[in-house]
């Protein structure tokens, strides 16, 4: 155990399964990106060092698989610094350069498991990509793998444990152990949704239309914080409560959600505690907005639902208890509990002030900063069948607030242009300006 009971944990964990057999079993595989923006050009020998530290901390990881039946897979130090992609010709989009950076292949298991490249932009200045594994970590890891890198912390790399046939052997007896109670205790657990009846959400279908990779549409906006505090704090909410606010009036714009009912809106909480060196330590939690005359408004109830939800993160679902006998299934059944899973409806990932040492990866601070996550192999008939809507991410740097924006409904919002058109009316009747990175 860690200082303050956080787990120093060498085996794989439930998520971090899940985002594994996403990508070995369904052929999905799941990123996290960050993209930085700079008004001067970056020194490649600084983007070595970072890349050197970067391997020598949480990020140098690789799965191995157990030898036994029913052993959880574990971590082991990866000895692979991957090279730095460095683009000598400037970039005509940058989110076109992004898209190709995180579309390149990544292997947890081999290794390695991130990449980090460069490339000039025609302004002038300079962009910055770092592209993660799910499987070798969610956005805490990200951030804390690049904070500790330009701290020059080694922090975070499995050990070098060497596990014999009978620790396998020993694990997957605790996994049958845990998977037991489990199951026990789901059945007694409270059922039911604690959102009111009637609330708006996604519903699986069958796929309809082009099965074709593509990329859906997305959207980045730079955003005055000042103006964004402002028009919170007018309606007595936060900035995250504004945040939610305004992806569900973009939704009631594209017409995906009625203005007549609640809407389910999902927000990502992380568990992670100090010295925590899982590489997936993140819950979600629920809560239902209400639209009123076509719009959302009252920040102080979403204000007061959100503290009620966030207070009830750590309550065991059933879901939650049933996490280690989902983990010990074989990969077929996985597969077909996967394909009838929804993705949200309005799902709201608040990443707040990032770090200073974040924001300034080598040194000379970022003007912004861009995080998402992104799902290999998606097409329009895939996100049907899904029946997702929109996603997003919002980022502090200095005084700019970065929206991120993946839009995951092909009939509401089928193009980039469609949800900058709704995102930039959204914005201007709270009366926050912005700067779209590109225009469609």
């Known amino acids: 155990m860690g200082s303050g009971g956080a787990p120093v944990v060498n085996r794989l964990t439930f998520d971090d399964d899940?985002?594994?057999?996403?990508?070995?079993?369904?052929?999905?595989?799941?990123?996290?990106?960050?993209?930085w923006r700079f008004d001067r050009a970056l020194d490649p020998a600084e983007l070595d060092e970072l890349a050197r530290r970067l391997s020598a901390g949480r990020l140098g990881r690789r799965v191995v698989r157990g030898a036994f039946p029913g052993a959880r897979a574990r971590w082991v130090p990866s000895e692979t610094v991957p090279p730095?992609?460095?683009?000598?010709?400037?970039?005509?989009?940058?989110?076109?350069?992004?898209?190709?950076e995180a579309a390149k292949p990544l292997d947890p298991v081999r290794g390695p498991g991130w990449r980090l490249a460069c490339a000039p932009t025609e302004a002038g200045g300079s962009v910055l990509s770092l592209v993660v594994s799910h499987v070798v970590g969610d956005g805490g890891v990200h951030v804390n793998a690049v904070v500790e890198a330009v701290r020059g912390?080694?922090?975070?790399?499995?050990?070098?444990?060497?596990?014999?046939?009978?620790?396998d052997v020993r694990d997957a007896a605790g996994q049958i152990r845990r998977a037991g109670?489990?199951?026990?205790?789901?059945?007694?657990?409270?059922k039911g949704s604690p959102l009111p009846p009637g609330t708006q959400t996604s519903r699986t279908r069958e796929p309809v239309g082009d099965d074709t990779p593509a990329l859906p549409p997305f959207a980045v906006l730079d955003c005055d914080a000042e103006a964004w505090d402002a028009a919170a704090a007018a309606r007595g909410g936060s900035a995250n409560t504004l945040f939610i606010a305004v992806l569900t009036e973009i939704l009631l714009a594209s017409g995906r959600v009625s203005p007549d009912a609640p809407i389910k809106v999902s927000l990502p909480v992380s568990t992670r505690g100090e010295q925590d060196d899982r590489s997936n330590a993140t819950t979600g939690v629920s809560l239902a907005v209400t639209p009123a005359d076509g719009r959302v408004t009252d920040l102080a109830a979403i204000r007061a639902a959100?503290?009620?939800?966030?207070?009830?993160?750590?309550?065991?679902?059933?879901?939650?208890?049933?996490?280690?006998?989902?983990?010990?299934?074989?990969?077929?059944?996985?597969?077909?509990?996967?394909?009838?899973?929804p993705v949200p409806l309005c799902l709201c990932s608040n990443l707040g002030e990032l770090p200073r040492e974040f924001a300034a990866p080598t040194g000379f601070p970022a003007t912004s900063v861009m995080m998402r996550s992104l799902t290999g192999g998606t097409s329009p008939a895939l996100l049907r069948a899904r029946g997702g809507g929109l996603t997003a991410w919002l980022t502090r740097t200095g005084g700019t607030l970065t929206l991120a924006m993946l839009a995951l409904d092909p009939d509401h919002v089928p193009d980039t242009r469609t949800l900058h058109t709704h995102t930039e009316n959204t914005l201007a009747t709270w009366n926050i300006p912005n700067r779209a990175w590109e225009k469609p």
């Open 153 to 167: 912390i080694s922090a975070g790399r499995p050990p070098e444990t060497p596990v014999r046939w009978w620790d």
């Open 18 to 35: 899940l985002f594994l057999r996403s990508e070995r079993v369904l052929g999905i595989p799941v990123t996290n990106q960050s993209v």
């Open 306 to 341: 959100s503290k009620q939800a966030f207070a009830a993160a750590a309550d065991e679902t059933p879901a939650r208890l049933l996490e280690p006998l989902v983990q010990l299934l074989p990969d077929a059944v996985v597969a077909r509990t996967a394909k009838n899973s």
């Open 84 to 100: 730095v992609a460095v683009r000598s010709e400037p970039v005509e989009s940058v989110l076109s350069w992004a898209d190709a």
């Open 181 to 190: 109670r489990g199951v026990l205790r789901a059945v007694r657990a409270p």
